[in-house]
């Protein structure tokens, strides 16, 4: 009977580690950006979060390059910029760097302008990527307007420095 | 009440195991329908609007309206409104319920455009389709989003909504290596389908467009991408009820990305200012295919065959086992407007 109680209670412990664990690590990685966080920026809807093995849910046709670099999960949300330049980031969580690393050179092209964010970031005209420790990170405009370049950098660093 | 197999039973038409249920039914096509069936093209209208976009990134709305009137009249060799009356009979769907297929899986910046959409929804209602008879649909609701489309059950309004609504079919369909449920859309709620694909590079397809655009219809997609999707593109059209009743393809290739897709790569964005239409969707596809790779030589970039992924899948919804429709260039009748 003692025994018992207090196995339970070694799992009980051990339960409420890991949840506590995994809370902390969730608050730790949340990396969007609240409305007004970053001038000009509101998020507007609600973060969408995607394991692995539901990745092809968002981004079916393109989720087995995630999964075969280490996606561990994707992350996504989406923005306006000043109510008129939408955008959405998404972070790819993935199991190590060296993903990260893979799935940042494979968006690499010629007109890519290298920028320092992160261990490593590329600019375009309408998007931004970066990776950072295991994450890899994707904030893209869905037009091109004269700010847009500008609004996009800020954004990024936002994220950058909640990661 | 008869259903659509005993109706053509009944009309003495011949199942020929070839092509689309069009060839059961006739075809919408002006060239196409004063020649026998060995000699008769499929054929394909790419028609242009090189001032589509303006300065923006939207397509002008009018000019959508126009291009499609003009597409359909090119094709049907009919005013728009008979070429819509046309499509509705051929499709057996008076009074009954037409899916529009979008393709909103690319986001925002590369799906199926608003505009398009509610011009044909606009040009189904002008010649009698009621609007609670026309269902815009796809995947899931964020890709109906992504396409500008609000959820919307009111059999009162145009419907829009997704397989996650509809549910998917108990049993499994199979065909080839093509094992898979179906919504409930396509199987049960409507009478024919109206393909409205975006034009896209795939990072394993090669290219998606009209066949790729049903992997939208079923529920585990990703069990159909091995080996450059090639033959499930094939196997899974080659399934009756996407043989009867996927109709006509007004592809959209308004934008497109050359390259990085099916996602949304705007450094890779570029304006066809075209509609494609045609009721063979393989040589849709094969006209499609032409489209991309010749704008990836512009800016270039290798072929799909060296990158590692061409659209094999065309060919083999070609072949003699599928019979999907021709992508024999010498068979596909190609007018450019």
Request: glycine share 10%; charged share 20%; aromatic share 6%.
């Given at each position: 009977?003692?025994?018992?109680?207090?196995?339970?209670?070694?799992?009980?412990?051990?339960?409420?580690a890991?949840?506590?664990?995994?809370?902390c690590?969730?608050?730790?990685?949340?990396?969007?950006?609240?409305?007004?966080?970053i001038?000009?920026?509101?998020?507007?809807?609600?973060?969408?979060?995607?394991?692995?093995?539901?990745?092809?849910?968002?981004?079916?046709?393109?989720?087995?390059?995630?999964?075969?670099?280490?996606?561990?999960?994707?992350?996504?949300?989406d923005?306006?910029?000043n109510?008129n330049?939408?955008a959405?980031i998404?972070?790819?969580t993935?199991?190590?760097?060296d993903?990260?690393?893979?799935?940042l050179?494979?968006?690499?092209?010629r007109?890519?302008?290298?920028?320092?964010?992160?261990?490593?970031?590329?600019?375009?005209?309408q998007?931004?990527?970066?990776?950072?420790?295991?994450y890899?990170?994707?904030?893209?405009?869905?037009?091109?307007t004269?700010?847009?370049?500008?609004?996009?950098?800020?954004?990024?660093?936002?994220?950058?420095?909640?990661? | 009440?008869?259903?659509?197999?005993?109706?053509l039973?009944?009309?003495?038409?011949?199942?020929?195991?070839?092509?689309?249920?069009?060839a059961?039914a006739?075809?919408?096509?002006?060239?196409?329908?004063?020649?026998?069936?060995?000699?008769?093209?499929?054929?394909?209208?790419?028609?242009r609007?090189?001032a589509?976009?303006?300065?923006?990134?939207?397509?002008?709305?009018?000019?959508v309206?126009?291009?499609?009137?003009?597409?359909?009249?090119?094709?049907?060799?009919?005013?728009?409104?008979?070429?819509?009356?046309?499509?509705?009979?051929?499709?057996l769907?008076?009074?009954?319920?037409?899916?529009?297929?979008?393709?909103?899986?690319?986001?925002?910046?590369?799906?199926?455009?608003?505009?398009?959409?509610m011009?044909v929804?606009e040009?189904?209602?002008?010649?009698?389709?009621?609007?609670?008879?026309?269902?815009?649909?796809?995947?899931?609701?964020?890709?109906?989003?992504?396409?500008?489309?609000?959820?919307?059950?009111?059999?009162?309004?145009?419907?829009?909504?997704?397989?996650?609504?509809?549910?998917?079919?108990?049993?499994?369909?199979?065909?080839?290596?093509?094992?898979?449920?179906?919504?409930k859309?396509?199987?049960?709620?409507?009478?024919?389908?109206?393909?409205?694909?975006?034009?896209?590079?795939?990072?394993?397809?090669?290219v998606?467009?009209?066949?790729?655009?049903?992997?939208?219809?079923?529920?585990?997609?990703f069990?159909l991408?091995?080996?450059?999707?090639?033959?499930?593109?094939?196997?899974l059209?080659?399934?009756?009820?996407?043989?009867?009743?996927i109709?006509?393809?007004?592809?959209d290739?308004?934008?497109?990305?050359?390259?990085g897709?099916?996602?949304?790569?705007?450094e890779?964005?570029?304006?066809?200012?075209a509609?494609?239409?045609?009721?063979?969707?393989?040589a849709?596809?094969?006209?499609?295919w032409?489209?991309?790779?010749?704008?990836?030589?512009?800016?270039?970039?290798?072929t799909?065959?060296?990158?590692?992924?061409?659209?094999?899948?065309?060919a083999?919804?070609?072949?003699?086992?599928?019979?999907?429709?021709?992508?024999?260039?010498?068979?596909?009748?190609?007018?450019?407007?």
């Open positions: 009977m003692h025994y018992s109680i207090w196995k339970r209670s070694i799992v009980a412990v051990a339960m409420a890991l949840v506590l664990g995994l809370g690590n969730k608050t730790q990685q949340d990396p969007f950006p609240v409305s007004g966080a001038t000009g920026w509101q998020k507007t809807d609600a973060t969408r979060v995607f394991a692995a093995k539901d990745l092809w849910q968002y981004i079916d046709g393109d989720a087995e390059h995630f999964i075969q670099a280490g996606v561990v999960s994707t992350s996504t949300s923005y306006t910029y109510g330049l939408e959405v998404d972070v790819h993935m199991s190590g760097p993903g990260a690393r893979k799935i050179e494979t968006g690499l092209t007109d890519a302008k290298t920028i320092q964010l992160g261990d490593e970031g590329l600019q375009y005209a998007s931004v990527s970066f990776r950072k420790g295991r890899v990170v994707r904030v893209v405009a869905y037009e091109a004269p700010d847009a370049r500008q609004a996009l950098m800020a954004l990024a660093h936002g994220v950058e420095a909640r990661l | 009440m008869k259903n659509r197999r005993e109706f039973k009944g009309t003495g038409a011949v199942l020929l195991g070839s092509q689309s249920a069009f059961l006739g075809s919408l096509s002006s060239a196409s329908a004063d020649q026998d069936a060995s000699s008769a093209k499929s054929k394909v209208v790419i028609a609007d090189l589509l976009h303006g300065q923006g990134s939207e397509p002008n709305e009018q000019r309206i126009n291009l499609l009137d003009h597409a359909m009249t090119t094709y049907t060799g009919r005013d728009p409104k008979d070429a819509w009356k046309h499509v509705i009979a051929m499709g769907a008076q009074d009954k319920v037409i899916g529009l297929k979008v393709n909103g899986l690319g986001s925002k910046g590369i799906a199926t455009h608003t505009a398009l959409i011009a929804a040009r189904l209602q002008l010649a009698g389709v009621k609007a609670g008879n026309i269902l815009v649909w796809d995947q899931n609701a964020h890709f109906l989003e992504a396409c500008g489309m609000t959820v919307n059950t009111d059999p009162g309004k145009i419907r829009c909504y997704s397989s996650e609504v509809a549910g998917f079919e108990e049993q499994e369909s199979s065909w080839g290596v093509a094992r898979i449920r179906i919504t859309i396509l199987t049960r709620e409507c009478a024919t389908i109206i393909n409205l694909p975006i034009l896209k590079d795939h990072s394993m397809a090669g998606t467009f009209a066949l790729k655009n049903m992997y939208g219809v079923v529920d585990r997609p069990t991408h091995a080996d450059n999707c090639n033959p499930a593109v094939a196997d059209n080659a399934i009756p009820v996407f043989r009867e009743k109709r006509l393809t007004i592809g290739a308004m934008s497109s990305v050359y390259d897709g099916p996602g949304f790569h705007p890779r964005l570029w304006y066809p200012n509609l494609i239409v045609g009721e063979d969707r393989v849709v596809d094969q006209t499609a032409g489209i991309l790779e010749r704008k990836r030589a512009e800016v270039g970039m290798p799909l065959e060296a990158a590692g992924r061409p659209p094999r899948y065309i083999t919804a070609a072949d003699a086992s599928h019979r999907l429709g021709t992508n024999d260039p010498k068979r596909i009748n190609l007018v450019e407007v």
